[in-house]
């Protein structure tokens, strides 16, 4: 027995099969997930055609409720408020789609309600079910995602992507990057420096990540580079999963500056000469800055050959004002000499 465990063909067959096994459970989830949402859908549609039919109003919401309660004891999901979600997913969705739309369908019920407190427009629904699906979002990201605002800031960041890669490559990467970051995870005081940034946000990598979205992985910081007997560092370094590509990401405290651009140039050949394998897709550079003026970043752009663009991204600042009241580490520590 112990020879059959320690054999790799053994391990191989058993990696598979485990794959198997977990690819079947997510199949089942999601096809349970679906036929509860268009069990939903059909009880909506059931009371929206009462109600407009025969003009009951919400009288028989509550008497359906009280009725599939007493019908089926013990089974959660009937309640009244339960019953008046389901006939908004229908009247929501509806107007649009005869059946469940394939997205919504993916998502947990949860998700659905969510979305239906919280947005009003149906293709911006759409939008972030497509999300969800696509990255994995619980209903805390979500909620969190729409407060702010993902749907007015993916797909937005300036780049020359549309005029140095290939379709579909250019427009999946256009997707990908957003503008702005909100980075309301890190504290920053007006006179932060690129530095105290890329510590904070390495030190909250995995929020970083989430708001970067799917795909990114971080390979380090301050990644040394040597060229031509000089050495050089790129701030921050990922490969993307999907996008299959190396990305170099340039922090910059204040506005940019068209300057930038040549920097960032220089920087995306030397990875391709350097750390692209065979299969992997172009470099890519985003230069995520404080402010920028659009026109700049377009001007800047427009002869360059290599892929790159300009994002800002919004921090929690500390007030001079505030910052000047804070403890100083010598009087912290005198304080707790104290103590």
């Known amino acids: 027995m112990n020879e059959i465990v320690a054999h790799g063909d053994y391990r191989q067959a058993l990696e598979t099969v485990k794959q198997r096994i977990q690819a079947a459970q997510v199949r089942a989830v999601l096809a349970v997930n679906a036929e509860l949402l268009a069990l939903y859908w059909d009880v909506g549609r059931t009371l929206t055609s009462l109600q407009q039919e025969r003009g009951w109003g919400a009288a028989v919401v509550e008497q359906m409720a009280k009725d599939l309660q007493s019908a089926y004891p013990g089974m959660a999901g009937f309640s009244r408020t339960s019953l008046f979600a389901m006939r908004q997913f229908y009247v929501f969705f509806g107007a649009q789609h005869e059946f469940v739309p394939q997205a919504v369908g993916q998502i947990p019920w949860g998700h659905v309600r969510t979305l239906l407190a919280k947005i009003k427009d149906v293709d911006v629904a759409l939008l972030y079910a497509r999300a969800c699906v696509e990255n994995g979002w ?39 990057l957003k503008d702005p970051y909100v980075f309301d995870f890190l504290t920053l005081g007006p006179q932060a420096l690129e530095r105290d940034i890329e510590n904070q946000l390495v030190g909250q990598i995995t929020r970083f990540l989430l708001e970067l979205g799917k795909g990114f992985a971080y390979l380090g910081r301050q990644v040394p580079m040597s060229i031509n007997g000089k050495d050089y ?7 993307h ?11 910059k405290a204040g506005e940019f500056k068209p300057e930038y651009i040549g920097k960032l140039n220089f920087y995306l050949s030397a990875v391709d000469d ?33 892929p790159m663009g300009v994002s800002s991204f919004i921090t929690k600042d500390i007030p001079l004002d505030v910052q000047a009241q804070l403890p100083t580490v010598a009087e912290i520590e005198e304080e707790l000499k104290l103590a």
Do not use: W
């Open 138 to 176: 619980s209903r805390v990201v979500l909620e969190r995602q729409i407060e702010q605002q993902f749907h007015l800031r993916a797909g937005k960041s300036v780049g020359n992507f549309a005029t140095t890669l290939p379709m579909p490559q250019s427009e999946l990467v256009q997707q990908t």
């Open 233 to 239: 560092f790129l701030d921050l370094l990922f490969y």
């Open 241 to 251: 999963t999907r996008l299959k590509c190396h990305i170099v990401v340039e922090l």
């Open 274 to 306: 350097l750390l692209r394998s065979e299969g992997d897709q172009p470099t890519i550079g985003l230069i995520l800055c404080k402010t920028k003026d659009k026109l700049d970043v377009e001007y800047a752009l427009r002869d360059i050959q290599k």
